[in-house]
């Protein structure tokens, strides 16, 4: 497959698929809603930092803490008179970056896990299912801060412990369609040619799990950083990064309740919100497009 | 035809084959009972099979053809017996043997549609054999193989059909690009599993001609697995008749279609489609199914079934014996 002729072919499929899924994609409204707000979310992360900085806002050489939104300040200003707006903003970057660092750290394990257990069975398959139980079973909050704790408060260690936790649904269900996959005639064929196993889970059995892969992968996303968030707000994140689980942490520890400063609260909370409903939109859409049952047939 | 296939050095001698699977039983059955039942696929098999000859298995669904076909390429692991692969017993293979045999015997599946990855061109779909085997790593000689191997198959202009994909393909250019696939490593053997019985009546023909002309130009052997009696007399040197995992009858293919001895047999012959309106009175119509192969009646194994069944077939089973020349047959009245 390395040849210039076998890149060309794959190109070329890609593309055919591409835009056949376009055309199915493109009906369903929830989805575009979704790819709509998550777009719009990744202009944000991409060039929002270069846009704005965080200033402080002040009247007369005062410092003007906890203001409630102005001209100028849009959202107001957290308890070191800091811009919100501006928060909210740069935080985008960190938390999709963490968000989608993490889902690959996960999905990787994931795939890895449910293809190898699917495809050699027996006991590989019975010792790599009983280790996805348990992190299937263990609540998963309690794992994630232990681990956060030990390891202390680091983007790579956050990214870390988010991935490692969130894999065992992944490896599931490609485990269970790898099951199905590879009692194809295909990959019979492919065994009667002389392939070996790496060959036949590498080129036969994870292109054919890969719109699986795809659909989970969004809504690993979602809980990725919705993770990131919680860990964040809860004291684990890194305090030198702005995030808006780290927002949430200051404007809930500062007393931004007491206070009555919605501004302060409400709007990293609803930019978590929207970003976690747009991955599960598209999620939701990717499994209609993915899966010929669920779709409509008007459309 | 030709008999003098058979006659030394096999290219394919197979003894006492028999390939038998646990059978699932439920949980609370495994509670009460102790005894894991089997499920007799292959049930002791014997036969030759010789260089440049086409080997019908003809049967029933459930007979145990396409399970043999699959054992003697170790597709799936026999529980019993020997295979001579060339006068080399297979239970000896070890990797790089087994690695080196994959060359020289391949499979045609039944259905065309399932048996090509749908997310690889003809292209990659026929280079595949070379590049897991490290044949060739020279672009141009690859190239060069694959459309040699397509051309065989007869698949004409190949380099205009690289970049497509199987489902942009007819069924029978499908079954042809699975046979140029097997035929790029250039094998001795090809295992035929029902090549063409998903095919229209129309494309039959041709890729029946194709394999016989493979044989006689490239002297592939081949075991042609089918249900379709006709088909087998059709194409094949030699017919083995298999019921429930064993041979009941083996002979030059004229010998068991005009002269069947076996009741099993005549059975099938008798209900051969003959192309004018007949009607089905006077024909042998076996009544009921293939018994489950975990549950083998006692006796000959075709006796509950059999037209001609006196009291000793559920008691005795009978010998696998020469009943003409060359024309073998296991049952008590012949």
Known sequence: MNSALAKRDNFALLKKNMTSFWSIYRQNSMGLIGLVILLVFALMALFGPYLVEITVMAVDGVTQVIHPPTSGYWLGTDDLGKDILAGVIIGSRVSLLVGLAATAISMIIGTVIGIVSGFYGRAVDAVLMRITDVFLVIPWLPLMLVMAALLGPSLGNIIFVIGITSWAGTARIIRSQTLSVKERPYVERARAIGSGDTHIMFYHILPNVFPLIFANTVLVAAVAILSETTLSFLGMGDPTQVTWGMMLHFAFS?????????????????????????????????????????????Q | MKNEHTENNPLISVRGLEVYFAA?????????SRKTSMVRAVDGLDFELGRGEILCLAGESGSGKTTTGKAILRLLEPTGGEVFFKGEDMNTFNRSRLRRFRQEAQIIF?????????????????????EVNHLTRDRSEKEERVAEALVDAGLNNPRELFMRYPHELSGGQRQRLA???????????????????????SIRAGILKLMVDLRDDKGISYLFITHDLSLAWLISDRIAVMYLGKIVELGSADDVIKTPLHPYTKALVSVIPVPKRVSLIGKTLLEGETPDPVNIPSGCRFHPRCPEAQPRCSLEEPVYREVNLKHFGACHFI
Request: proline share 8%.
């Open chain 1, 254 to 298: 500062m007393g931004a309740v007491s206070y009555g400063a919605w501004w302060w609260l409400l709007p990293p909370g609803i930019c978590v919100v929207l970003v976690v409903l747009s991955f599960t939109f598209i999620g939701y859409a990717l499994d209609e497009v993915l899966n010929p049952k669920l779709r409509r047939r008007d």
């Open chain 2, 179 to 201: 046979i140029a696939g097997a035929l790029v490593l250039k094998p001795d053997f090809i295992v035929a599993d029902e090549p063409v019985s998903m095919l229209d009546l």
């Open chain 2, 110 to 130: 039944q259905d065309p549609f399932e048996s090509l990855n749908p997310r690889q061109t003809v292209f990659s779909t026929v280079a595949e054999p070379l």
């Open chain 2, 24 to 32: 699932r039983s439920g949980f609370f059955s495994s509670l009460v």
